[in-house]
């Protein structure tokens, strides 16, 4: 939630965006912030999803091999026992996988173009047997959230967010340097 309505508060078109969404579907439910009604704020869920790209809680992801695998069109094998880390913001922020990966972008999870989207490259829940349990939990609860401030306040970056934005790396999920502000008004 963080991180999205950061990124909504640099790119205003897109915070204005979202927020006529949540006006348009709560019109249409009665006001009511429910099962149905958040999950027709289709767009709020691609903003969500791009910044959970750009600002994965999980930098890496980690797998014990179980058996020896040769990597496809290589020599290279993993031996059985092999631990792996898994860099979940290289893939995230690499050119093959994400085209311009510098820029928030929600579109790339629209339906015209999220098949562009390879298997296993959005890894902010993981991947394969121990994907995140909570995945669809976890993007609702954001929902809920982003749903209940935008319908009300409008949000702009504070003074006091340290510009451009650093990661601590002693902070075990992703946590910029001297925390996120934003200031907000009553709309
Ligand atoms: C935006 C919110 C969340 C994010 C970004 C997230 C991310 C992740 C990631 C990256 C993993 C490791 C997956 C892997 O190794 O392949 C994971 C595992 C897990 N998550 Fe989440 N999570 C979120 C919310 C939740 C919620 C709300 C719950 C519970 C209600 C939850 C429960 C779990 C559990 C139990 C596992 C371990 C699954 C296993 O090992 O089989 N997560 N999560």
């Not at 690499?94 to 562009?116: G, V, W, Y």
């Not at 809920?144 to 902070?171: I, N, R, W």
Request: charged share 30%; net charge neutral; proline share 5%.
């Amino acid at each position: 939630m963080t991180f999205a309505l950061f990124e909504m508060s640099l790119n205003q078109e897109v915070q204005e965006r979202v927020r006529q969404e949540v006006k348009e579907v709560l019109a249409r439910q009665n006001g009511e912030i429910n099962y149905d009604s958040i999950m027709e704020m289709k767009y709020m869920e691609q903003v969500i999803r791009e910044a959970l790209r750009m600002y994965s809680p999980a930098s890496v992801l980690k797998r014990r091999c179980i058996k020896d695998y040769k990597v496809p069109g290589s020599d290279l094998v993993i031996e059985k026992g092999t631990l792996a880390i898994i860099p979940v913001v290289g893939i995230h922020y690499d050119e093959d996988h994400f085209p311009n990966p510098e820029k928030f972008d929600p579109e790339r999870f629209s339906d015209k173009n999220i098949h562009n989207i390879k298997p296993f490259s959005h890894l902010a829940f993981g991947g394969g047997r121990r994907e995140c349990i909570g995945e669809r939990f976890g993007i609702m609860q954001s929902k809920v959230g982003l749903a209940t401030l935008l319908k009300k306040y409008k949000f702009t970056l504070s003074e006091k967010t340290q510009m451009p934005l650093k990661m601590d790396p002693s902070q075990f999920l992703t946590t910029a340097v001297g925390d996120i502000w934003l200031d907000y008004e009553k709309i």
